[in-house]
Every structure is written in C-alpha cells, then in structure tokens.
C-alpha cells in the first residue's frame, strides 16, 4: 500500500522543486520530509527524484508515479469532504490578473480543488483592469489582481517592486528611443511605465502590444525591447536593466476583491487559502 502521507511530500517537492521549499509549505521538517520520500523510494524499488546544485528534478519513474499520485490525493480529499458537516458546495468564478497564473498561484488552486471538490472553480485570466471591469458586471465572485500605491481597492495579498527587462540591455538602451513591449490598455504595468517615461522626458515607442504574457516574454527574447515585470516574475532568458540606467519604477500590489452578492463560505475559504500559501511561497 502506497503511503499517502508520503506521497502528498512527494507531490509537494515537485511542485516547490526543493526540499526545503516543501517542508515550509507542509509544515514539517526537512528531514522528515526526506525520510517519507526515502521510505516512498525504498516501498517501490525506485529512484524518484534527481537532486543536483540548483533544484530537484523527477526521474522517469518519478514522472511515471506523479499524475497517479495527484489522483490519489483527489480520491482522498474527495473522501474527506464526503464525510465533513460542513463541506464547500457551489461555483466560485475566480479573476486572476495574467502575471499572477503563470506564477505559483497554481498550486494554490490545485490544493483548494483538491480540498474542496464539490466546488466548481472557473478561472478567468486577463490584465487587471478588464477583471475590474468584469467584476463590477456582476460576472466574478473574487478577483485576484494588481492595484497601484494609493489605490484603497481589495485586501492587500503582497507587494512587489517593478522592473525592467531586456534580452541585451545594452543594446535596446543604445536606441535613440526605448523599444517597449507593453499589454494593452487597460493595463497596471503599462500605465506606470508611460508615466515614468514621460516625466523623465524620455523618448519611447511601442514595438509590441499582446494582452498574453506569453507572447510578451517571447517578443522580449526575440531581442525585439524593454519588458517591464514583476521582480519575482521576471521570465527566464532576461536581464534586468541595472539600476539608474532608466528611470525608477514605482511598486504594484496585488489584492484580493470579493464580490457583493458572492458566496461568502467559498469566497472566505479560497482568499484564505490564496493569503496564507501565496504569501508562504515568496
């Protein structure tokens, strides 16, 4: 019989890539958190995890157990709920800005849908202010999303500096006016990198508008301009511009903004979660 308390140790330092990452989350010390996969290892004659300087990494075999692992899991939290008084029920339409999602909030919400699985979570992404706009139609029952300094709106989650990015800053510095890579309007981001721009008197032009961080970071490594980034969310591949070569950034905060009329259980129960991990992972 497979451990699943090992196996929940196991999923975890996949998803924080380190042992030490895993142990914060789960609330357990590192050793312990070595021992349940050694003893996971030892029960299947199999090596699962490949540890080198920088992270750990799944082997085959540790691909191969993975997805079953996460089933297992889902069967349990299933089972826990069956028999829980006051389990969650419902639809919770959740906002998430686009920087966010490709973060580590996903394994929030994997957890949450693990946790709670008579909840329909649907998870709508786009940039800050169409979320906003979305919300005030009636059409998100929570929004998770940045706001500027100033801005009263929602329940503070963190707050994070902005930078900028370029493939070779040398060379997008050299131009005679800075080659940005920008979301379109209505977008946190954007707005506070014009601004600066223009009160410094500098000189810019858009030479690439997507509403997709994807398809931002790719024209970023095109070597096409500037991005402008989240620090922790900076995408592999760019170099931050050092300070005092262009103009400083203000910080974004992101915040949590239930919704009037939403479900208050499920509401509470996902902004908790999304409070407590979110601000355990940075």
């Excluded at 309007?185 to 601004?195: D, F, G, Q, W, Y």
Aim: proline share 5%.
């Amino acid at each position: 019989m497979l451990d699943l308390v090992q196996l929940r140790s196991f999923v975890t330092v996949q998803q924080m890539g380190s042992f030490t990452f895993a142990a914060e989350r789960l609330g357990l010390g590192q050793s312990t958190v070595s021992q349940h996969i050694g003893k996971l290892e030892a029960a299947l004659g199999r090596q699962l995890l490949a540890r080198d300087t920088h992270k750990v990494v799944l082997t085959p075999d540790g691909e191969a157990l993975l997805g079953h692992a996460r089933t297992l899991l889902s069967i349990e939290g299933q089972v826990q709920a069956l028999f829980t008084a006051q389990r969650l029920r419902g639809t919770l339409r959740l906002g998430v800005s686009e920087d966010l999602v490709t973060s580590r909030l996903p394994l929030v919400l994997e957890d949450f849908v693990r946790s709670h699985p008579s909840v329909d979570l649907e998870l709508t992404v786009a940039l800050s202010g169409v979320l906003y706009q979305m919300q005030d139609n009636g059409e998100l029952d929570l929004v998770l999303a940045k706001r500027r300094l100033g801005d009263r709106r929602g329940r503070l989650v963190y707050r994070e500096p902005l930078v900028w990015l370029a493939r070779d800053p040398e060379h997008v510095l050299s131009l005679a006016a800075l080659p940005l890579i920008a979301f379109p309007a209505p977008s946190v981001t954007r707005s506070i990198a014009l601004e600066v721009l223009e009160r410094h008197r500098m000189p810019w032009r858009i030479v690439c508008t997507c509403g997709s961080l994807s398809g931002l970071t790719a024209a970023a490594r095109a070597g096409m301009g500037v991005l402008v980034q989240p620090q922790s969310m900076s995408p592999s591949g760019l170099k931050e511009i050092p300070s005092g070569r262009l103009p400083p950034l203000e910080d974004v905060e992101f915040v949590l903004i239930p919704s009037k009329g939403a479900d208050r259980a499920l509401v509470s129960a996902l902004s908790e979660d999304i409070l407590t991990k979110v601000r355990g992972l940075r």
